[in-house]
């Protein structure tokens, strides 16, 4: 029989605290069995490669440890010649910098690690992929989106004046968050599209729009509405980001930079700051995404605007005859899609 006693908040919190407990115990578990899996990985591959020049054996050797070693241990999965080979590949690819890819690697699954070794050539641009991962808590299928997208080519490229309108560390994160370009790939728009047609759809699209903008953005709304004095004013898409603690709001052009947006995304900040911003949150950011910029024009139009402000360009390498208008999946079909990249 159930103690009716314990139906009380104070159980609440209690048994929530529990089972939260527990669920670190679980994640800090599965860390270090990787973490030990992927020592032994890297103890194997190094005394096959080493052993493969002391003694010149050739692959068949590897084909005889692979059935020696799955005879003696069929409980365990990773011991396939397919497997060592990877094993293999990877020591080598980090060997070069041993004590930071022992490091980094550790911590991340080993299906992430092999998505970066088939992916990446650069040493840096793994580490920088390794480091995300770790950071962000990437899957495998985000992981192999940011790389396949171009991240690294692309993460903080933007211009723009956050190191003379932020403090230090805020504008360091601050310019990491922000890419140039973005790619919109995942919409299909007319040549000729609008800012409407292009809000709409990446609206449409926001599980894929929150994936290109990165960690960190919470989607507030679309024509976010404002009141200042009595005068209404709309913002093309309002977010809010949980590691800067700001609003970021971000303002869409479908025609080439014009030192004018700058200005109007300026008083769209001011306005965020005197109307939402709170004594808790950090100074408003303003992204503006143009289908083009001269980065010259861009830099003289920030140089003396005292509001954070990035301006990007984005490309969409699909579009549709001008006749014809945009034809879109629904969210529950891209939602759809990412739930199956994720199985």
Known sequence: MIDKTVKTDDYRLFIQDIKQRIRTAQIKAAIAVNQELLRLYWGLAERIVVKQQESA??????????RDLQAEFPEIRGFSLRNLKYMRQWFRFWSAEPSIGQQLVAQIPWGHNLVIISKIKDVGQAVFYAQKTIQNNWSRAVLTHHIESGLYQREGKAITNFHATLPAPQSDLARQTIKDPYNFDFLT????????????ALVNHVTRFLLELGAGFSYLGRQYRLEIAGDEFFLDLLFYHVRLHCYVVVELKAVKFKPEFAGKLNFYVSAVDGTLKTENDNPTIGILICKAKNNTVVEYALKDIHKPIGVSEYIITRSLPDELKSSLPSIEEIEAELEGEHE
Not at 57 to 66: A, K, T
Not at 189 to 200: I, T
């Open 57 to 66: 054996w050739g692959d068949g050797f590897l084909e005889q440890m692979s």
């Open 189 to 200: 728009l007319r040549e000729k599209h609008d800012e409407q047609e292009l809000e709409g």
